[in-house]
């Protein structure tokens, strides 16, 4: 049961100056993962996502294509970020955009308040300034160009040149948070996890921090400053608000209170932003700090970091085209230990889509659907006398959700899945050493087969719970056919193992078609970049530096093998 606190869970909100990648996507699927699996065990959940709207890099990037920088957004959003939610089937409650007016007025209420306390003040700011980051860089963040910018200093995430700017600006007072963040730290070891993002955020607070410049008067594409509308606010400052203005800050105090504070999943590359900015804004207006910020690691291709400047993104529906949103949420979520970078190859993918899905998994529940109606007609069998392989079975069935349930409070994804895959794993040993096909040829070990395929059955509806927040559709396929009673989302996740039936079993079509790969093709990825959505119908590519989506824009590690769908799942 729930422990009646609030679960409300975010994602970045993200930059519409291209399309998403497969990055973008598995940012979404670890927080609907979590989300899904909150709100099964009946906690008060809230998911949130979005997009960032404002500032220099959407400006540029809108003009470089003919546009305004409302009607850029505007195109994105539609033909490419909220079209990304269904393809690999996120659960948002909510999606925030910062040209919402809901976030603009209330983006300048708390500003306001801040000016009035007196944590703001207007002065003068020299500095190297990235706008692929949108954010003033140090010394200690550039490195030495190479190739087009040797001799350049340039942004050691985006290798692009950045550029020497001298602003009137005004300035927030965040020197003033220094001991106040260092203490949540210490009071709260897990309010900046992983470890490794701790340790960095501590360490850069430690050195001590300077005020933040938190207006810009070279543009005008931004939220205006409440008392000086020839300054727009700094893009980060505008979109960290969003967590707070899509949770009612300024205009719902009741929905506030309820939702306010969030677990943040961003990327590690961000958490800067999120772990000492954010907090340090909050504690000046006087609101609470965020349950937790979760710095995931990269996602990398052929060894590098996946990117849209550096055009090694892969469209999301490259992947779902070929194996399902299913197959695109489990490989991302087992394949990397959350919170780690990971590295993505098709090969591997493949690999994990026959062996563990199609092999390990859909086998299963198409061997034991099988049995059930060909020797009890679709009736599940009550059981006779329990002996130990039986009882291992239900052990294991309590175990696994137990210690899946643990691993998702401490956010680690990875390891739920791969405790849930131990009963996977249990049962197919289980129907193996029992043999249930021999039972049935013996007329006196009727009631051992009516024993063993009782307890498979039992097992399986246990597995689709709890499988339910990862592989959403096909876990509802298996509860249908296995006569759940009532709504899959609806059995209480911690105690998965009470699910009920009407007592029939239907005939299970493949769960995952097997899918075979011919290698030295690309013929699928072509296909699949066609109709990504910055094909034709699509928002054209930036001028100048957009990613396109063809495989002849991007390297080997890239490009999807062709594949053929099996009609079967493996046997």
Not at 395 to 420: F, G, K, P
Request: charged share 20%.
């Amino acid at each position: 049961m729930s422990d009646g606190s609030s679960f409300y869970i975010t994602t970045p909100i993200f930059y519409v100056n291209d399309v998403p990648h497969i990055g973008h996507a598995y940012t979404e699927v670890a927080a609907d993962v979590l989300a899904r699996w909150h709100r099964q065990a009946g906690d008060p959940t809230w998911f949130l996502t979005g997009t960032d709207e404002h500032g220099q890099k959407i400006l540029r990037t809108a003009t470089a294509n003919g546009v305004t920088p409302k009607e850029w957004a505007d195109r994105l959003v539609e033909t490419a970020w909220q079209p990304l939610l269904a393809t690999i089937d996120i659960s948002n409650d909510d999606f925030i955009r910062t040209t919402d007016e809901r976030h603009e007025v209330n983006v300048q209420l708390f500003l306001q308040r801040l000016f009035d306390a007196g944590y703001i003040y207007t002065g003068e700011y020299e500095g190297f300034y990235c706008v692929g980051c949108e954010e003033y860089k140090q010394p200690s963040d550039l490195v030495d160009g190479t190739g087009l910018y040797e001799g350049q200093q340039v942004c050691a995430i985006h290798s692009k040149p950045v550029e020497l700017l001298q602003e009137r600006n005004y300035f927030f007072r965040m020197s003033d948070f220094t001991q106040p963040l260092l203490d949540l730290y210490e009071a709260n070891p897990n309010f900046v996890q992983p470890e490794s993002v701790r340790n960095e955020i501590v360490s850069f607070v430690r050195q001590g921090l300077t005020d933040l410049s938190i207006s810009r008067q070279t543009f005008d594409w931004g939220v205006k400053v409440p008392w000086d509308d020839t300054h727009v606010v700094y893009v980060w400052f505008d979109a960290l608000l969003n967590y707070i203005t899509a949770a009612g800050y300024g205009y719902d105090d009741e929905k506030f209170e309820r939702l306010w504070p969030a677990t943040h999943i961003v990327g590690k590359d961000i958490a800067r932003f999120h772990a000492v900015i954010w907090p340090a804004m909050l504690m000046a207006a006087g609101l609470e700090v965020p349950t937790q910020v979760f710095g995931h690691g990269w996602l990398l291709v052929g060894g590098e970091k996946m990117s849209k400047s550096k055009l090694t993104g892969i469209a999301p529906n490259q992947i779902t085209d070929t194996f399902g949103s299913d197959a695109f949420r489990y490989y991302f979520m087992s394949a990397i230990n959350f919170g780690q970078d990971g590295s993505f190859s098709w090969e591997d993918l493949s690999a994990r889509y026959q062996a563990e899905l199609a092999n390990g998994f859909g086998n299963l529940a198409s061997r034991v659907i099988a049995l059930v109606n060909r020797y009890f007609d679709g009736e599940i069998p009550n059981p006779g006398v329990s002996e130990g392989a039986d009882e291992r079975v239900r052990t294991v069935e309590r175990r696994v959700v137990a210690e899946a349930d643990e691993a998702i409070s401490r956010l680690a994804i990875h390891e739920a899945l791969s405790t849930i895959w131990q009963l996977v794993d249990e049962l197919n040993g289980y129907i193996t050493a029992q043999e249930p096909w021999a039972l049935a040829k013996k007329p006196e070990m009727l009631d051992r087969l009516q024993t063993v395929l009782f307890t498979a059955i039992r097992g399986l509806g246990t597995l689709a719970v709890l499988l339910s927040p990862i592989i959403p559709e096909a876990a509802t396929k298996l509860w249908t056919t296995l006569g759940g009673v009532g709504d899959i989302t609806d059995v209480p996740l911690r105690t998965a193992y009470h699910w009920e039936t009407d007592g029939k079993v239907w005939p299970l079509e493949p769960l995952f078609p097997r899918v075979e790969t011919i290698d030295g093709s690309d013929g699928t990825a072509a296909a699949a970049a066609s109709a990504a959505p910055n094909g034709p119908k699509g928002p054209k590519a930036p001028a100048g530096g957009g990613a396109k989506r063809g495989p002849e824009s991007i390297d080997a590690a890239t490009k999807a093998p062709a594949v053929h769908p099996v009609g079967t799942d493996a046997s």
